[in-house]
């Protein structure tokens, strides 16, 4: 069982930046894909970044509309996973989530196991 908790949400203009964090319960933070998802009011939750640890090496993914602006990251020793934002967009106003899973990187929602109760984002224009 996986616990995750997200912080670091909040309001900020156009052109700002946001750092997320999310904070994992459990011993074996290192084997899990963690993800981040957001979901804007009346739109479908969609995937962001997610990012794998594997001997050593990390690798991450994004969604295209992010890609440059945003940078997943984390630290296995602290069981956080955090996620840089920059030149935020008010399109980027959200709740984002923060998601685990084994194995594979994925950007589908459905297969992750865990998830966090989410952080208010908003970019005013």
């Known amino acids: 069982q996986v616990q995750l908790v997200e912080s670091g949400g909040g309001l900020v203009q156009a052109g700002g930046s946001l750092k997320l964090s999310c904070a994992a319960s459990?011993?074996?933070?290192?084997?899990?894909?963690m993800g981040w998802f957001r979901q804007a009011p009346g739109k479908e939750r969609r995937f962001v970044a997610a990012?794998?640890?594997?001997?050593?090496?990390?690798?991450?993914t994004y969604t295209d509309s992010v890609k440059g602006r945003f940078t997943i990251s984390r630290d296995n020793a602290r069981n956080t996973v955090d996620l840089q934002m920059n030149s935020l967009k008010p399109e980027d106003t959200a709740v984002y989530y923060c998601?685990?899973?084994?194995?594979?990187?994925?950007?589908?929602?459905?297969?992750?196991?865990?998830w966090g109760q989410g952080t208010q984002v908003t970019v005013s224009s």
């Open positions: 990012i794998r640890w594997s001997g050593g090496n990390t690798y991450a």
């Open positions: 459990g011993r074996t933070f290192s084997s899990y894909v």
């Open positions: 998601a685990a899973k084994r194995s594979a990187v994925t950007g589908q929602g459905s297969q992750y196991d865990y």
